[in-house]
């Protein structure tokens, strides 16, 4: 059975320094990975998503996640923070287990970005 | 444009009513999701739809049913509310042709308490 793991419930930065939210998932078949972001009172909306090409992926807002094999992860980073960036932040995992695809979500990783 | 709409958006009902929360979507997707999201949980699935007249069980189903008679809409019925269904519901929507590899769509969510 798939599963996600994000390894962290609260992340804090400052505004300009690098955001680093990390992602570990457990899958029997070849994957797909997201990452999804709730900003407060929303819906949530696709960053970015990962379905077995180039490992590096880009994504909106300037954030990007790469997709390693060898160490289950799919973290996701942003070199610059900003204030705008303050929400929660959900790493997702799909696969074929079962027969079917269902995306599991992990439980979500809040980052709070001070001025 | 395509959107997703839930309604309504704030809902307080008293134990053992029954509730219907409302998913619309003009996107023409196939799939169809209902999650609920409670704090430390991220969001776990609580039924989804592949087609018209196709509905399957997600992880916490027990409580709750759809119907799907149309594309368009995938109501979620609480047979019996429960205070320990007071949550915010997630309707979501995907094009059903790429099999896990699709982004999924979401509402703004539905707030309900259960007194």
């Known amino acids: 059975a798939q599963s996600v793991t994000q390894l962290d419930s609260h992340v804090s930065v400052s505004e300009g320094t690098p955001v680093l939210l990390r992602c570990n998932y457990s899958?029997?078949?070849?994957?797909?990975l997201f990452w999804y972001v709730q900003h407060p009172n929303k819906g949530l909306q696709l960053l970015l998503k990962?379905?077995?090409?180039?490992?590096l992926v880009k994504g909106i807002n300037g954030f990007e996640a790469e997709f390693k094999k060898s160490e289950t992860s799919f973290h996701l980073t942003k070199p610059s923070a900003h204030m705008s960036d303050a929400a929660e932040y959900f790493c997702v995992v799909s696969d074929k287990g079962g027969g079917s695809y269902i995306p599991t979500f992990g439980r979500g990783t809040s980052l709070i970005v001070h001025p | 444009d395509a959107e997703i709409t839930q309604s309504p958006r704030h809902k307080i009902t008293e134990t053992g009513r029954q509730v219907t929360l409302a998913c619309h979507q003009t996107w023409n997707h196939n799939n169809m999701f209902w999650y609920r999201q409670d704090l430390g949980h991220g969001l776990r699935l609580i039924h989804y739809s592949y087609g018209v007249q196709d509905t399957n069980k997600g992880e916490v189903s027990d409580g709750y049913s759809v119907s799907r008679s149309n594309t368009e809409d995938l109501p979620l019925t609480l047979e019996s509310a429960a205070s320990s269904q007071t949550s915010v519901y997630f309707c979501?929507?995907?094009?059903?042709?790429?099999?896990?590899?699709?982004?999924?769509?979401f509402g703004p969510g539905t707030r309900l308490l259960v007194l």
């Open positions: 979501a929507s995907s094009r059903g042709q790429g099999a896990g590899q699709e982004t999924q769509y």
């Open positions: 899958s029997s078949y070849s994957p797909s």
């Open positions: 990962y379905t077995s090409a180039a490992t």
